[in-house]
Nanobody, 123 residues
Framework: QVYLTESGGGMVQTGGSLRLSCTAT????????LSWFRQAPGKEREFVAA????????HYAGSVKGRFDISGDSSKTTVYLQMNSLKPEDTAVYYC????????????????WGQGTQVTVSA
């Protein structure tokens, strides 16, 4: 079992920045990957960014590429999401996910989810 704990959400104005953190605990073997998804009110959960430790492979959704940066620490149990140039459409609950994988060009979530952290961007 893997437990994921997010932190760092909050409220910012358009153009501002936030940094989210996600720490994995519980399993002796660290997650193969850690990623971020988000869900806005009335919308489906969508992929944001992913880091797969093997090969230090990184993936971004097109809507955040160039504005968001995902990184991890050397313990491979914590991943960060630096979010810059935030827009109102980035407003959502952001979820950390563990053990996801890419299939073709789509990132598929793994079975481990955090509780989520709210990000609100005001106009």
């Amino acid at each position: 079992q893997v437990y994921l704990t997010e932190s760092g959400g909050g409220m910012v104005q358009t153009g501002g920045s936030l940094r989210l953190s996600c720490t994995a605990t519980g399993r002796t073997i660290t997650p193969y990957s850690l990623s971020w998804f988000r869900q806005a009110p009335g919308k489906e959960r969508e992929f944001v960014a992913a880091l797969r430790w093997r090969g230090n492979e990184i993936h971004y959704a097109g809507s955040v590429k160039g504005r968001f940066d995902i990184s991890g620490d050397s313990s491979k149990t914590t991943v960060y999401l630096q979010m810059n140039s935030l827009k109102p459409e980035d407003t959502a609950v952001y979820y950390c996910n563990g053990d996801g994988e890419i299939y073709g060009s789509l990132w598929s979530p793994g079975r481990y989810w955090g509780q989520g952290t709210q990000v609100t961007v005001s106009a």
